[in-house]
């Protein structure tokens, strides 16, 4: 059951983060944020996923 339940949140923040991730995408697109800027959040976002992924699997992390 516990997996099935980190399995719902890891989806919830990777809803999250396909969201941030296309208004970040969008705001670039539209010039209202120059690439590198993007570049830098979509990094900073992506490494806030992992470490939220890992708090959720450790064991899985450690394996793999």
């Not at 969008?26 to 944020?33: I, Q, R, T, V």
């Not at 806030?48 to 793999?64: M, N, Q, T, V």
Request: charged letters at 35%; hydrophobic letters at 35%; proline letters at 5%.
């Amino acid at each position: 059951m516990e997996i099935k339940d980190h399995n719902i949140q890891l989806d919830e923040h990777l809803q999250e983060f396909a969201h941030e991730i296309g208004i970040i995408c969008a705001l670039e697109a539209g010039g209202k944020l120059p690439p590198k800027e993007a570049y830098k959040q979509i990094k900073s976002r992506w490494k806030d996923l992992k470490l939220k992924k890992k708090s959720l699997f450790p064991k899985i992390e450690e394996a793999g």
